[in-house]
């Protein structure tokens, strides 16, 4: 395959990511509205609330952990795309016609777990086409789309509620990811197939392949708490914008977008810092992006000003992104080449399980306090890049070692001025 197509098929997973954040932001703008929650019957219930970004997360995680190893050794990336973007849609179409609470509940769990195996087929695609060495820009690359769906969606979601009412966002996902999604994926994502039923292991060989994986422990916690930061902090941005510092409702839908604009500017820089930096140290991003997240949270949990609030936010969205790309990096740098979507999928199965339930700590935190104590919910997510910090610090202390290389493919040096090498069977 061509430089030219395998970077195609990576910014074709870029808007695919981007797609896919719009739609898990869009529960964060839909509980600002009081006739959405009037409708399902939440309103002034915080907990019930941060739920609802939980139970999506939690289908998620556990497709992401069994789906994975499935759509690995059964369909590949490709297929296995198409499958997940088809059922986003169709989850989206449904939810505004929930009859009530339960129904919206059990849609948002289901579109969950629809999503659930995108970033395992993400990295396994870059570990299909692009040699370890240089996975970094890639993975940065495609993963670009947390940061830009978040960022966009936002914004665009606050349009759609306010602008005409919270039926319509549903219905413009659906569309989105129908019209957009699938088209990107048939025309421009490759994969290199499935391999022969003789050739390619069982579903449970690719899970325990997985789970084996040398330096799993400390890059699960690091995922956990990185994920705990996105949801924790996307889904209570919006509110924390309107109900503590009182913004206008287009000053919130820029200043939430901010934070994410950010990121996506370090995330780049932290996957070009990637393809520098020896083996040893690919766990530094951690250190210094997670050290400067919680000290930015921190200074927006006490801060009195709105101006110095939202300095730290737009401060804490760049050094959280400086840690996106170093995650799946060390994945595909563990994981032998055989297991790397499963392993992928472990972590963010896990991750995402866990993580999940920082949404519904956070609106705990807030009912505690009140409905207004937002800088009670942000110091949780303060806590958690610290155990981000002292993974990184162990990780750096004990560096990773080269994932065994898969024996049909050969990686070719790349041409002064081209973008990558390529593998030859």
Same mark, same amino acid.
């Given at each position: 395959m061509s430089t030219r197509a395998r970077w195609a098929g990576v910014v074709s997973l870029l808007v695919i990511v981007l797609i896919s954040y719009v739609d898990r932001v869009n529960v964060s703008v839909l509980i600002t509205d009081k006739a959405f929650t009037d409708h399902f019957g939440i309103t002034g219930d915080p907990t019930a609330q941060g739920a609802l970004s939980t139970v999506f997360l939690i289908g998620y995680g556990i497709a992401a952990f069994v789906l994975t190893p499935f759509y690995e050794t059964s369909l590949g990336v490709r297929r296995g795309l198409v499958v997940s973007v088809a059922l986003w849609s169709l989850m989206t179409l449904l939810s505004p016609y929930a009859l009530g609470a339960l129904t919206l509940t059990a849609l948002r769990a289901l579109l969950g777990a629809a999503e659930g195996p995108l970033f395992s087929l993400k990295t396994m695609y870059v570990r299909e086409h692009f040699a370890p060495h240089e996975a970094g820009r890639p993975n940065a690359v495609s993963s670009m789309g947390v940061s830009l769906g978040t960022a966009a969606g936002l914004p665009l979601i606050t349009y759609l509620v306010y602008r005409f009412d919270w039926h319509t966002s549903f219905l413009a996902l659906a569309a989105l990811n129908a019209v957009i999604g699938l088209p990107l994926i048939l025309l421009f994502v490759r994969g290199r197939g499935v391999r022969a039923a003789a050739e390619r292991p069982g579903f449970g060989a690719t899970l325990k392949g997985a789970l084996r994986m040398p330096r799993l422990a400390p890059i699960l916690v690091v995922e956990i708490a990185t994920l705990a930061y996105l949801w924790g902090s996307s889904?209570? *941005?919006?509110?924390?914008?309107?109900?503590?510092?009182? &913004?206008?409702?287009?000053?919130?839908?820029?200043?939430?977008?901010?934070?994410?604009?950010?990121?996506?500017?370090?995330?780049?820089?932290?996957?070009?810092? +990637?393809? $520098?930096?020896?083996? $040893?140290?690919?766990?530094?991003?951690?250190?210094?992006?997670?050290?400067?997240?919680?000290? /930015?949270? +921190? +200074?927006?949990?006490?801060?009195?000003?709105?101006?110095?609030?939202?300095?730290?936010?737009?401060?804490?969205?760049?050094?959280?992104?400086?840690?996106?790309?170093?995650?799946?990096?060390? %994945?595909?740098? /563990?994981?032998?080449?055989?297991?790397?979507?499963?392993?992928?999928?472990?972590?963010?199965?896990?991750?995402?399980?866990?993580?999940?339930?920082?949404?519904?700590?956070?609106?705990?935190?807030?009912?505690?306090?009140?409905?207004?104590? &937002?800088?009670?919910? &942000?110091?949780?997510?303060?806590?958690?890049?610290? *155990?981000? *910090?002292?993974?990184?610090?162990? +990780?750096?202390?004990?560096?990773?070692?080269?994932?065994?290389?898969?024996?049909?493919?050969?990686?070719?040096?790349?041409? $002064?001025?081209? %973008?990558?090498?390529?593998? $030859?069977?």
């Open positions: 889904a209570w *941005l919006p509110s924390y914008l309107l109900r503590e510092r009182h &913004f206008s409702i287009g000053a919130m839908g820029f200043v939430s977008a901010l934070p994410f604009l950010m990121s996506l500017v370090s995330g780049f820089l932290g996957g070009l810092l +990637l393809d $520098r930096l020896p083996r $040893r140290l690919l766990a530094l991003p951690f250190v210094v992006g997670s050290a400067g997240t919680a000290v /930015c949270v +921190l +200074l927006v949990a006490g801060a009195e000003s709105d101006g110095l609030a939202a300095t730290g936010l737009i401060l804490a969205g760049g050094f959280w992104g400086l840690q996106g790309p170093a995650i799946p990096t060390l %994945v595909q740098h /563990c994981a032998p080449a055989h297991f790397v979507g499963s392993a992928y999928g472990v972590v963010n199965g896990v991750g995402n399980l866990v993580s999940a339930f920082m949404p519904t700590l956070m609106g705990v935190a807030i009912a505690a306090s009140g409905g207004h104590g &937002f800088g009670a919910g &942000f110091s949780l997510l303060a806590g958690a890049q610290a *155990l981000t *910090l002292v993974c990184g610090v162990w +990780l750096l202390v004990r560096p990773v070692a080269p994932a065994p290389a898969a024996p049909s493919v050969e990686w070719t040096t790349p041409a $002064r001025g081209s %973008v990558g090498g390529s593998p $030859r069977p």
